[in-house]
C-alpha cells in the first residue's frame, strides 16, 4: 500500500514536470504571426466611395438647381 502511495506520487511528480516542460518548448517552436500588410486596395476603395459621394453630391444639387430655376 505504502509503494502504490509513492508510485502514484513518482508519476504526479513525472506528469507536473512533463506539463510544464513541453509547452514552453512547443511555445518556442512556433514562428511568430507576420505583420499585416496592405497592399493599397482597401485605400483605393475608400478614395472610390468618397469620389462617388461627392458625385452624387454634385448631380443632386445641380439637378435641385435646375427644377428651381426651370418655374
Same mark, same amino acid.
Given at each position: 500500500m505504502a509503494i502504490s502511495k509513492v508510485l502514484v506520487g513518482v508519476f504526479a511528480v513525472i506528469a507536473l514536470v512533463l506539463s510544464v516542460s513541453f509547452p514552453a518548448a512547443m511555445a518556442? %517552436? +512556433? %514562428? /511568430? %504571426? /507576420? %505583420? /499585416? +500588410?496592405? $497592399?493599397? +486596395?482597401?485605400? $483605393?476603395q475608400g478614395i472610390a466611395y468618397v469620389l462617388m459621394l461627392v458625385a452624387l453630391v454634385l448631380t443632386y444639387l445641380i439637378h435641385a438647381a435646375n427644377i428651381s430655376y426651370s418655374f
Open positions: 518556442q %517552436a +512556433t %514562428a /511568430p %504571426a /507576420p %505583420a /499585416p +500588410t496592405s $497592399d493599397g +486596395t482597401s485605400i $483605393d
